[in-house]
Nanobody, 115 residues
Framework: QVQLVESGGGLVQPGGSLRLSCAASGSIFSISIMGWYRQAPGKQRELVATIGNSGSTNYADSVKGRFIISRDTAKNTIYLQMNSLKTEDTAAYYC?????????WGQGTQVTVSS
């Protein structure tokens, strides 16, 4: 089992920044990729960004140039630095980890962008 705990969400004004963290624990060996997804009310969960074991990254077009995914392997933690936030970035953000054929999810952290 893999446990994922997110933190760092909150309320921010448009144009502001937030950094999300996701700490992984448990049987974290053989995790191949970790990432962030988000789900706004009434919408499907969507990919935000992923980072692989090699450090390769992938971003949704809607966040390219504004969000940066990174990791600290010593702390088993990934981060999502979110800059130039827009109202449409408002959503619950979920950490995700893939280990072989199993996908694990965190409990989510709310990000609200509003003036």
């Amino acid at each position: 089992q893999v446990q994922l705990v997110e933190s760092g969400g909150g309320l921010v004004q448009p144009g502001g920044s937030l950094r999300l963290s996701c700490a992984a624990s448990g049987s974290i060996f053989s995790i191949s990729i970790m990432g962030w997804y988000r789900q706004a009310p009434g919408k499907q969960r969507e990919l935000v960004a992923t980072i692989g074991n090699s450090g390769s990254t992938n971003y949704a077009d809607s966040v390219k140039g504004r969000f940066i995914i990174s990791r600290d392997t010593a702390k088993n933690t990934i981060y999502l630095q979110m800059n130039s936030l827009k109202t449409e970035d408002t959503a619950a953000y979920y950490c995700n980890a893939r280990k072989m054929i199993t996908t694990y999810w965190g409990q989510g952290t709310q990000v609200t962008v509003s003036s």
